[in-house]
């Protein structure tokens, strides 16, 4: 019999409660039926020294598929009675509920609907006055409550009522406590305050035991003294240590085999001298990068399955903020029908409408940040776009401090480690303030990083510069594709003048193969491409198997997509993006306007489980649009003129209108107008015969400010979404 999908899972912890366990049941059952959902019961007999487990074995047989049993041997408490509970559930959400009937099952109901109107992570029922007894164990209670609120800085009418509801992934997280308790059961508000969750309160009733007797009946005054004791511990742990993040939570869930190389007691003490002074040569992230480092160190080697489960954990935790605290979301699913509950998986994605820069634009002062972030933990990020129009957004510190640690973990595959001579092809400190600039540099001399401003080479200073990089001997050169085969072809002329780094790392821009094979025989050793923006940093990495870009899943879902559908393996779309980090300014299916190749979802040779995208085909600004419906990115034309380079030094193709456009040529040594003709030829070839093309010869084409070269500019409007064109890639058709 296959059993329907349950929503709701009751874990009822159970000692010696045979007496209640009848109606609990009827009841709770009653408030599947009325809310019209699936539902379970589970109950946990926990070492009952009376008929407790026969009665639960009775209720199974009565109900099978609705209630679930466990049985411990031993008594082992009521943090222990949930963790089996939750091991055995099924449900979307988890509710815990006292067996005694003095929560009354039927507020299931309320905890349900203020968990889903208020779109928080956590609902807890707090015990209400009306009708309460106040006895011993009341006063003890609320001074106790008194003393939560006091040291963690909470507000709860009282914190330690054990009636909550909450998603069965967040109820496991909330579980995984390090130190040894008593009664753990009473910080599981603390744990969520802690974590990060959203919570709402809710008043409930509470009625007086009617049978059987409570185990702390007799223990009050002992119990309290314990429960001082589990204070202090539990200052230790949500107070003055750091909680996990979301995926070191995960990993204690889903335990991996961490097979990073271990560093030497040498580089081990650079590393820590290096935090240690972190914070003074750093304005907006902290030395927390460590704990970023340490946990994706660990996810790198999750399995891909296990992987997807932590990226759909973390998009739903982005989801339900998003909805709750960001307007500009909220609005756009309430247009479309949709609740955060709609949004569970990856698969669900399809659901939300995607976000362009345009959007970002019209929204960006107006209701597309979130209205609950911290405005001096967020940093502004501008950028003038691939073709020159500005575009601004925001991220906040932990997602900066997340990137922080991809980067170096991506770095780290090429078998570069930390403390070695680096050399970066890149600015280093454009749009810094002088005490920023101050800064960065000090950091790339603890880091023993060489800047290189790329914008500033010519052929007049490469010598000089190659002879800088020679003299430093780096372990890793890192920069811009377009420098980097720049360089490489002054190299294929003038020689090395000893240039040999372990591995090189290609950014910033797309990586044609004949230029990956260039800079590889120019500085003999691989290279390594990184798939980035401004908005995201780095977003995929190739690693020593240099079998496609792996996605830096932790952080980020990408979508490769046409027609609003993902694209079958080897085909081209475009990419989409859900950054699951940055809450300050949430980008949920961002169209960031580049074009990718989808890889089919297999295991990497290198063992890592994050998904893959192959060759990236550039920017969406970068189509060129043929006469006849046709579409070719921008790195059709480098692919084209590889072997042309001694007639053709330099080029930029840009269209502004439909079936025009300018080829602009820097002349090579050995130009001649049937190399021309033969190259209008192969364009037309791909572009339809009736493409007009203006030749334009100048004597450079400057790289813009930051020491990037734009290959391909297209000022005509692609929705590569709804288009329908076919895109030509490099290599189809024997070119």
Not at 352 to 358: E, Q, V
Not at 479 to 493: C, N, P, W
Request: with cysteine; proline share 4%; charged share 25%.
């Amino acid at each position: 019999m296959t059993l329907p999908d349950v929503e709701l899972s009751v874990i009822a912890p159970c000692l010696n409660e045979e007496l209640n366990i009848p109606e609990l049941t009827r009841r709770i059952l009653g408030v599947f039926e009325k809310g019209g959902f699936a539902g379970e019961l589970i109950l946990i007999d926990d070492g009952s020294t009376d008929g407790t487990a026969r009665v639960i074995r009775a209720m199974m047989a009565a109900h099978p598929g609705q209630v679930q049993g466990v049985f411990h041997p031993q008594n082992r408490g009521m943090a222990a009675a949930w963790k089996s509970g939750a091991g055995a559930a099924r449900g979307r959400l988890v509710a815990t509920i006292d067996s005694d009937l003095q929560y009354q099952p039927e507020d299931l109901l309320r905890l349900r609907r203020a968990l889903y109107e208020h779109s928080v992570d956590v609902v807890q029922g707090w015990r209400s006055w009306v009708g309460r007894v106040k006895d011993e164990r009341y006063h003890i209670s609320r001074a106790f409550n008194f003393m939560l609120n006091g040291a963690f800085g909470m507000q709860l009418q009282d914190n330690k009522s054990g009636f909550v509801m909450c998603a069965r992934e967040v109820f496991q997280d909330l579980l995984t406590y390090e130190g040894r308790y008593f009664y753990w059961q009473s910080f599981i508000m603390v744990a969520a305050h802690a974590k990060g969750y959203d919570y709402k309160e809710i008043e409930t009733l509470f009625e007086q035991r009617k049978a059987g007797e409570s185990f702390l009946a007799k223990k009050a005054a002992q119990a309290s003294v314990k429960s001082v004791f589990d204070l202090g511990k539990a200052l230790w742990e949500y107070q003055v240590t750091r909680p996990p993040d979301v995926a070191l939570q995960f990993l204690r869930r889903h335990p991996v085999v961490d097979r990073s190389p271990e560093k030497s007691p040498t580089r081990a003490l650079r590393w820590r001298t290096y935090m240690a002074a972190f914070n003074q040569t750093h304005w907006m992230i902290t030395r927390d990068v460590e704990h970023y480092y340490e946990t994706l160190q660990k996810t790198q080697w999750l399995s891909p399955s296990a992987t997807r489960e932590l990226q759909d954990e973390k998009l739903r935790r982005l989801i339900r903020h998003a909805y709750r605290n960001v307007p500009y979301y909220r609005a756009k699913m309430q247009e479309a029908g949709l609740r955060p509950e709609d949004i569970r998986t990856q698969a669900d994605l399809g659901k939300l409408p995607m976000l362009s820069k345009a959007d970002i634009k019209q929204h960006l002062f107006f209701d597309i940040m979130s209205e609950n972030h911290d405005k001096s933990q967020v940093l502004r990020i501008s950028t003038s776009g691939s073709t020159g129009e500005p575009f601004v957004c925001y991220a906040d510190r932990a997602q900066l401090e997340f990137r922080w640690a991809a980067t170096l973990r991506a770095q780290e595959w090429t078998g570069y480690q930390f403390g070695d001579p680096t050399v970066r092809l890149w600015h280093q400190t454009i749009g810094m303030s002088a005490a920023q600039a101050a800064k960065e540099r000090a950091d790339a001399i603890l880091s023993n990083r060489t800047f290189v401003p790329v914008f500033e080479m010519n052929d007049e200073n490469l010598q000089k510069t190659m002879r800088l990089i020679a003299s430093i001997g780096p372990t890793l050169l890192d920069g811009y594709a377009e420098a980097l085969d720049f360089i490489a072809h002054f190299v294929k002329t003038s020689g090395n003048p000893g240039v040999r780094p372990l591995a090189i790392m290609s950014s910033a821009q797309t990586l044609p193969e004949p230029s990956r094979r260039l800079i590889e025989e120019a500085f003999g050793c691989r290279v390594f491409d990184k798939y980035g923006s401004r908005e995201f940093s780095g977003i995929a990495y190739e690693c020593d198997a240099h079998a496609g870009h792996h996605v830096v899943a932790e952080g980020y879902i990408v979508e490769v997509l046409r027609d609003g559908a993902p694209v079958k393996p080897g085909e081209v779309g475009e990419v989409v993006i859900t950054d699951l980090n940055n809450y300050c300014m949430p980008f949920i299916r961002y169209r960031i306007g580049d074009l990718a190749e989808a890889m089919a979802d297999q295991a990497c040779p290198c063992g890592r489980g994050a998904p893959r995208v192959g060759a990236i085909q550039g920017r969406v600004q970068s189509i060129i649009q043929g006469s006849d419906g046709q579409y070719v990115p921008g790195t059709f034309f480098a692919h084209y003129l590889k072997e042309l380079d001694f007639a053709i030094k330099r080029f930029q193709v840009v269209q502004e209108r439909a079936g025009h456009l300018t080829f602009r040529v820097v002349k090579g040594g050995r130009y001649s107008d049937d190399v021309l003709d033969q190259v209008l030829a192969e364009f037309r070839k791909y572009l339809g015969a009736r493409m007009q093309i203006d030749v334009d010869f100048v004597d450079d084409i400057a790289l813009v400010r930051t020491g990037k070269h734009v290959a391909a500019i297209s000022r005509i409007p692609v929705d590569f979404q709804r288009s329908g064109g076919v895109v030509v890639r490099p290599g189809q058709n024997g070119s």
